[in-house]
């Protein structure tokens, strides 16, 4: 039992209905929160060429689906390089240990999957400062249960705006697999894995606010 640790993640967990993290955000280095804006909501001027499966490729993609990518890419920087340092650091235990590795394999693999698509359009990887949050198992615990439903309502909120059906496609496989992992965590963490019957997204204006109140963003 001492591997799973009964965790209060309230207050980080509902960060879009009591403002925490936005608060935080008016806190955040201006220097580094420029630097996220703009790397996450590039726009490509003219067509691209993108590939997102093996075999498939997406000519005059629609600059508003690239930057969508783009911000997409940027979420996933993080969540990806939040776990690796988690699992390398080793201070995780037991089932804690088993899902930051599990989820680390997962989010490497869809940075690699929307790098591959967007090719030379992508943006490059932010510098993070986790803050000591990835060595304390209860810190990375309510960190990594903001960073799913984080990831899960960033997807959701996008999902209406892709023009192409093959970049919907793509961005429908991962949230599933975004939502799994939250389910995880909460189940993790003892709080409830689905607490409402449905459940809305979130604008990139949101989750952009969001993110950069954790003050993860340094660069």
């Known amino acids: 039992m001492n591997d799973r640790p009964k965790v209060d993640v309230t207050h980080l967990a509902s960060f879009d209905v009591d403002g925490a993290l936005r608060e935080a955000a008016?806190?955040?280095?201006?220097g580094s929160r420029r630097s996220f804006l703009r790397g996450s909501a590039v726009l490509v001027g003219g067509a691209a060429a993108v590939s997102l499966l093996p075999g498939v490729a997406l000519a005059a993609t629609a600059k508003s689906d690239v930057a969508i990518l783009n911000y997409a890419l940027?979420?996933?920087?993080?969540?990806?390089?939040?776990?690796?340092?988690?699992?390398?650091?080793?201070?995780?235990?037991g089932d804690v240990a088993k899902f930051a590795k599990i989820v680390a394999a997962h989010e490497n693999a869809h940075v690699a999957f929307l790098q591959?698509?967007?090719?030379s359009a992508a943006v490059k990887r932010p510098k993070f400062d986790f803050k000591g949050t990835t060595m304390s198992q209860p810190k990375f615990m309510?960190?990594?249960?903001?960073?799913?439903?984080?990831?899960?309502a960033a997807y959701l909120g996008q999902v209406g705006h892709i023009k192409s059906?093959?970049?919907?496609?793509?961005?429908?496989?991962?949230?599933p697999v975004e939502a799994r992992h939250a389910g995880w965590i909460r189940e993790l963490n003892h709080v409830s894995g689905a607490?409402?019957?449905?459940?809305g997204g979130k604008t990139k204006a949101q989750i952009l606010k969001a993110v950069t109140g954790t003050g993860f963003i340094v660069g």
């Open 142 to 152: 309510a960190t990594a249960q903001v960073l799913e439903d984080t990831g899960v």
């Open 26 to 30: 008016d806190r955040v280095n201006h």
């Open 195 to 199: 607490p409402s019957a449905f459940e």
């Open 74 to 93: 940027t979420l996933e920087y993080l969540e990806a390089a939040f776990y690796n340092a988690a699992v390398e650091g080793g201070a995780l235990k």
């Open 116 to 119: 591959k698509a967007l090719g």
């Open 165 to 175: 059906k093959q970049i919907l496609g793509a961005a429908g496989s991962i949230l």
